[in-house]
């Protein structure tokens, strides 16, 4: 069991770049989530997927979009990004039938925006 | 908006020594969960406390919940160098399953 599994761990863009940042589980959850994380803020959330064909927003979600491709992928694009994006980004999972679970993460995406 | 506020943000202490952290929220909660992040990883769950809880124990982790004061504790007894890390309290409030989590302690583990 791989776990969570995000791609690319690092990435420098110029501002107006776009990418998409991967996120894999292995585990059969049902739900998926997007955080980033910058210094003296803690983790924000960005979207979230409830199921597969589900999405909706977190507390940050301007700036971004979201797919749940199927139910082990979930993938977050930035269309233009801003030097205000740089951050580390984190994907989660939680076990399916957990109304209170634990959230399992991926190791982060460090994304620079010059 | 943050949920949760760590205290203190950083803690230094000799290996042996109990570490405590505090954690303080606004709103109602479901529960409330405790991760710890070594550098440059991911999160990692360590307790999770339901709010009709007031303790919990896991290993060398103590964990409170007082409800009436929107605040728990982390207590790590006898720590260890390995212990270094940040620590983060993240509140459960409603359904989605969503956690809002605080801006963390982060603890240095001396030898």
């Known amino acids: 069991n791989a776990g969570v599994t995000q791609t690319p761990k690092f990435q420098v863009l110029k501002t107006g770049q776009s990418m998409t940042l991967q996120c894999a589980q292995d585990?059969?959850?049902?739900?998926m989530y997007w955080y980033r994380q910058d210094p003296g803020m803690g983790l924000r959330l960005i979207y979230y997927?409830?199921?597969?064909?589900?999405?909706d927003k977190g507390e940050v979600p301007n700036g971004y979009n979201v797919s749940r491709l199927n139910k082990r992928e979930f993938s977050l694009r930035l269309e233009s990004a801003a030097p205000s994006q740089t951050s580390v980004y984190f994907c989660?999972?939680?076990?399916?039938?957990?109304?209170?679970?634990?959230?399992?993460f991926g190791e982060g995406s460090r994304l620079t925006v010059l | 908006s943050q949920q949760g506020e760590e205290d203190p943000q950083a803690l230094s202490i000799q290996e042996g020594e109990n570490a405590t952290m505090n954690c303080s929220y606004k709103?109602?909660?479901?529960?409330l969960q405790w991760y710890r992040q070594n550098s440059g990883r991911g999160l990692v769950h360590l307790i999770l406390?339901?709010?009709?809880?007031r303790e919990k124990h896991s290993g060398r982790l103590r964990v409170t919940l007082d409800t009436s004061k929107k605040s728990s504790s982390l207590l790590i007894t006898a720590s260890r160098a390995a212990d270094t890390a940040s620590y983060f309290c993240?509140?459960?409030?409603?359904?989605?399953?969503?956690?809002?989590f605080g801006t963390g302690t982060q603890l240095k583990v001396e030898l």
């Open positions: 585990m059969n959850h049902n739900s």
């Open positions: 993240a509140t459960g409030t409603g359904g989605g399953n969503k956690l809002t």
């Open positions: 997927s409830a199921s597969e064909g589900t999405t």
């Open positions: 989660a999972s939680i076990p399916q039938g957990t109304n209170t679970g634990e959230l399992f």
């Open positions: 709103t109602s909660i479901n529960n």
């Open positions: 406390i339901r709010s009709n809880e």
